[in-house]
């Protein structure tokens, strides 16, 4: 479809339509489950001898965020992952299969022990997901990258909203977005597109007023034009009541190197 934006807009533009709908949404689901199975996160539990390969993840943003997060922190003090809260846009499920097994690894914990962490962590897909990880729930569940039957596929496809489905501002998970932004100190997007709906969604009229508020906000702005950039900047001012001087939106960083570059100002200690 080289004539929409995103098989998201395509969908949205047929929205009276529930048969193309339904059709997106099943190749949405199944593309993400395969782009899993392609990913560096992925390897195949049946086989006994292969292991989560964490030397291949070692330049990606999945291992700069790790060692921010565990920098200075026994397994005792992992109750401040409480000060953390990822509002993530996509449908898969990669930080959650990346940290699952991180927190094995790292800290040799039992594979309940890690899913009992996690649960720190606020995690919100405002989108939904293509499915719940074994350790998760027990509905609508689906291996990392598996390979969903007819019937499983279909069921997934429904738990997935479009970007215009999922900006119903009553919905509680919206609400719950919103609350920690009004509370955080600190704001960072990573492969962000700054869509407005999303921008609208994490930035309501009210967050720029609010106390205690939001007090620098980092983000990576790779493939954005100089132009685009600077009136990404001017929108995030606009919205958030911060000046320049708080705003860093690099489209010159990919997500590790803005770990890397804001090191000390993102650091937990």
């Known amino acids: 479809m080289p004539q929409a934006i995103s098989i998201d807009n395509f969908i949205d533009t047929h929205s009276d339509d529930k048969r193309i709908e339904i059709c997106g949404k099943l190749a949405i689901v199944r593309t993400i489950l395969d782009a899993e199975s392609k990913s560096d996160l992925y390897y195949k539990l049946s086989r006994g001898n292969e292991k989560f390969k964490f030397h291949q993840l070692e330049n990606t943003w999945f291992n700069s965020f790790w060692q921010l997060l565990t920098e200075n922190c026994k397994a005792s003090d992992l109750e401040r992952l409480g000060k953390v809260a990822l509002v993530i846009f996509n449908y898969d499920r990669c930080i959650e299969h990346y940290l699952h097994h991180a927190f094995q690894n790292y800290y040799k914990m039992s594979t309940s022990d890690a899913s009992n962490i996690l649960k720190h962590i606020e995690i919100y897909h405002p989108y939904g997901t293509v499915g719940s990880l074994p350790w998760q729930s027990q509905s609508h569940v689906i291996e990392f990258g598996g390979t969903p039957n007819p019937a499983q596929l279909l069921e997934l496809a429904n738990q997935i909203k479009t970007f215009t489905e999922g900006t119903d501002e009553s919905s509680s998970e919206i609400l719950r977005v919103r609350s920690n ?79 890397r570059e804001f090191w000390r100002s993102m650091s937990f200690i």
């Open 181 to 259: 932004v009004r509370i955080a100190d600190r704001l960072v997007f990573l492969g962000f597109a700054f869509h407005r709906l999303n921008m609208d969604l994490l930035l309501p009229p009210d967050v720029a007023s609010a106390p205690n508020g939001i007090r620098t906000l980092y983000a990576t702005a790779h493939g954005i034009s100089k132009s685009d950039t600077t009136a990404i900047s001017e929108e995030l001012i606009s919205k958030t009541g911060l000046t320049n001087s708080n705003i860093h939106v690099r489209n010159d960083l990919l997500c590790n190197q803005l770990f």
